[in-house]
């Protein structure tokens, strides 16, 4: 398929036809392409569960409130922020830092840069308390430097939650279009019990529920009607 029919085919189904299963090197080769969606830092603040466990998935159909993209797909994916795993992931990359920096010298412009954004930068922009007074610190910090010059403002925990929902959804999209390009269709859904998601997959506190992600050989009425989209001219908006 071309870019564009791919683009073209992805539509959400709602029922999958249950004779058709989805090999599973399809569904491998497009969680792989989700983990190589643009990520904020890339830092990866992400998991994407594949629930093939019967019983799991029993829970988990019931978790998103059974709707028919849930209780007929062939295969279940839940797309996860992990925004908790900040500090892992900055070790991981502080090592690949210095493993660079042992090739070509600790001193070298490109190693002290990334060392300070991982070490320093991201540690800044992800850290909390429990109070929110690192957050304040960062909103009136950049608030003051803001007044002088462009700076990102680094906030709280609701900037950092988005920061990782933006990633993570750029990721749904790599896995849809993924299956899409084999000819499966798939449904994002956000109507489900996150509590209940959280415990069937043994995610802490701070995981969320991005998405999950219904999939299989989608059928004609599993289509709700044409695909409808405003005019261009009320959403793309040329300055
Ligand atoms: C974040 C998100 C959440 C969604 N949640 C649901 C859902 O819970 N149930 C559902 O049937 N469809 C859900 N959808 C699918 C949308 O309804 C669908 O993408 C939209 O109507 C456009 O249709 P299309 O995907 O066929 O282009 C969701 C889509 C997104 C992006």
Redesign the pocket.
Known sequence: MTFDQIIQF???N?KFDPNQPIPADVVEKALEHATLAPNSSNMQLWEFHWVRDEEKKKKLIHACLN?S?AKTAQELVVIVTRRDKWRQRVQWHKNLILKDAERIGRDAKSIRMRLVYYTKLMPFSYMNDGLGILGLYRRLLSFCIGLFRPIYRAEGHTQQRITVHKSA?LAAENFMLSMASEEFHT??????DANRVKKILGLPLRAEIN?VIGCGKGEEHG?WGP?RRLPAEEVIIKH
Do not use: D
């Not at 449904?187 to 489900?192: D, L, R, T």
């Open positions: 992805r539509r959400s709602r709707q993209a959804a449904c994002p859904m956000e109507g489900f998405m289509f695909r």
